[in-house]
């Protein structure tokens, strides 16, 4: 089992591009949470899919945006990049369900230039 | 809304010295709190969880109550090893870690051989 696993590891983007960050959760796993995690900082919660839908989001602008595929795999999307968007970008998979536990892949570093 | 207070780092303690991480809370109901350990360049593991109150999480020798008199979940482990240095993340969710998590800022820990 090859647990969460998130692409690319690395990525550095200019102000005002876009960017593609991708997972893959756990074997089993059915939920797709995604984190912003800023250096020093604990991770903030951006949103959450579950049957291609959202299902919570976090206080995040609606530059942030999602997708999540039937394979359960799951993309976010950033417009409109800002400096202030540099952050490891967390991915969590889970199966619906009370009280389950949530597996985190490594992260994307992304860095806006 | 909920939220997660630790206590700041970095902490640093000789090997087989006694670890102590205070955290508090602030949440409506009943939420399950969790600790999270971030190794360098990886994502965050489970360390250990508690659902309700007077819980004991436990895992590798560390262990944590939840105290819900107290609103607190303190992180303690008896003899520290080199290998425990890492950051710890207390953090709480309504329905459990698949849902949306609230995390503390963390806390760096040093343990010198």
């Not at chain 1, 020093?40 to 959202?54: A, N």
């Not at chain 1, 950033?78 to 199966?95: I, T």
Request: aromatic content about 12%; overall charge negative; glycine content about 10%.
């Amino acid at each position: 089992d090859a647990g969460v696993t998130q692409s690319p590891t690395h990525l550095i983007k200019t102000r005002g591009q876009q960017v593609t960050l991708r997972c893959s959760p756990k074997s089993g796993h059915d939920t797709v949470s995604w984190y912003q995690q800023a250096l020093g900082q604990g991770p903030q919660f951006i949103f959450q899919y579950y049957e291609e839908e959202e299902r919570q989001r976090g206080n995040f602008p609606d530059r942030f945006s999602g997708h999540q595929f039937p394979n359960y795999s799951s993309e976010l999307n950033v417009n409109a990049l800002l400096l202030g968007d540099s952050a490891l970008y967390l991915c969590a998979s889970s199966w619906d369900g009370v009280n389950t536990e949530a597996f985190f892949g490594q992260g994307t570093r992304l860095t806006v230039v | 809304g909920n939220s997660v207070t630790q206590m700041e780092g970095p902490v640093t303690l000789s090997e087989e010295a006694f670890l102590t991480i205070n955290c508090t809370y602030t949440a409506t109901g009943y939420p399950s709190l969790f600790w999270y350990v971030q190794y360098p360049g990886e994502g965050l593991q489970l360390l250990l969880k508690a659902t309700k109150a007077d819980d004991k999480g436990s895992n590798k020798g560390f262990e944590a109550t939840y105290r819900k008199e107290t609103t607190s979940f303190h992180l303690e482990k008896g003899s520290v090893q080199v290998s425990d240095s890492a950051v710890y993340f207390c953090a709480l969710s309504d329905r459990g870690g698949g849902f949306k998590t609230i995390f503390g800022a963390g806390t760096r820990l040093f343990v010198k051989a």
